[in-house]
């Protein structure tokens, strides 16, 4: 296996979630609450948003709590898959207006300057090209405007990952970007002042069968373009399972889920490559001994 993951494909990510959005909401319990953590933590921010835009809406779980939170604000949900946009159609009240556009979060089709919130909750980790997803987020994001996410970490399902390696060197889970390298992006995408912690999450499961199931239903399945080409045989399925399984302690599979937070303000343009800005405040004097 190579040490870098090879790219998503985003015409299979968005074939795994229009599959996946009938039963989405069923097993989108970890959305719901990287949701719920992301709200909190916006909680001492002053912000009175026109116009947000949920980023990678799935099938709209989100809309009704930021309408809640901030009050006479305009929902834009964005997604990726129509299938889920469908869904996120049939629970709008029925004279709510709450727009919804498919379209890819690295070619967002919004003007400059347009949004004063910008929301992504869980949909970092399936973009491919996370410079210029922040750098579409920082375009359409108003100057003194905010954007917020949750995404995975990079020790974001080790448990899989590690059953997979037993069996063969093909990458079935994708690399997470770590905290540092999310913070130097959002700067180099001309985001200022980030914010970013990280939470750990560990969903428990007694049946390997049941965990298969949720991340199917929640469209976690393989999208790398370097992933195996042929079928994956029974035997060597059995195999992962076995060593997944392997993993247990007391009858019970824990998986830990690396959740990092985070938020950045507008600054009204992005900088040319190479070009970084740094408050002057924030240089201490260098004493001499």
């Not at 921010?45 to 116009?51: A, T």
């Not at 947000?52 to 709209?60: K, V, Y």
């Not at 901030?70 to 727009?99: E, H, T, W, Y």
């Not at 890819?104 to 300057?113: C, E, N």
């Amino acid at each position: 296996m190579s040490s870098h993951p090879p790219a998503l494909v985003l015409r299979d990510v968005r074939r795994r979630f229009d599959h996946a959005a009938m039963h989405f909401d069923s097993a989108d319990f970890v959305h719901r609450l990287a949701f719920d953590e992301l709200l909190q933590r916006l909680s001492p921010v002053k912000l009175q948003p026109r116009r947000i835009l949920d980023l990678g809406c799935a099938t709209g779980s989100g809309s009704t709590p930021l309408k809640r939170r901030f009050r006479g604000s305009r929902v834009i949900g964005m997604d990726a898959s129509f299938a889920m946009l469908q869904c996120n159609a049939r629970k709008k009240p029925l004279f709510a207006k709450r727009p919804a556009v498919q379209g890819d979060a690295a070619r967002i089709p919004l003007k400059d300057g347009s949004i004063d919130l910008v929301v992504a909750n869980m949909l970092l980790p399936w973009i491919d090209d996370l410079e210029g997803c922040l750098a579409e987020i920082a375009r359409v994001t108003r100057k003194d405007g905010l954007f917020a996410f949750a995404t995975c970490g990079p020790d974001s399902l080790s448990e899989i990952r590690k059953a997979w390696l037993s069996v063969d060197e093909h990458w079935h889970v994708n690399a997470y970007p770590d905290m540092h390298d999310i913070g130097d992006a959002l700067l180099r995408a001309g985001l200022r002042d980030p914010v970013l912690d990280v939470d750990y999450l560990t969903v428990t499961y007694r049946d390997t069968d049941d965990l298969y199931r949720d991340l199917t239903s929640a469209g976690a399945r393989n999208c790398l373009s370097g992933r195996q080409k042929t079928l994956t045989g029974k035997r060597r399925f059995r195999a992962m399972d076995r060593s997944l399984a392997a993993q247990k302690n007391e009858g019970v599979l824990s998986l830990r889920l690396e959740l990092v937070y985070g938020h950045a303000w507008g600054s009204g343009r992005c900088p040319p490559a190479g070009e970084f800005h740094l408050d002057p405040a924030l240089i201490s004097r260098r004493r001499h001994a």
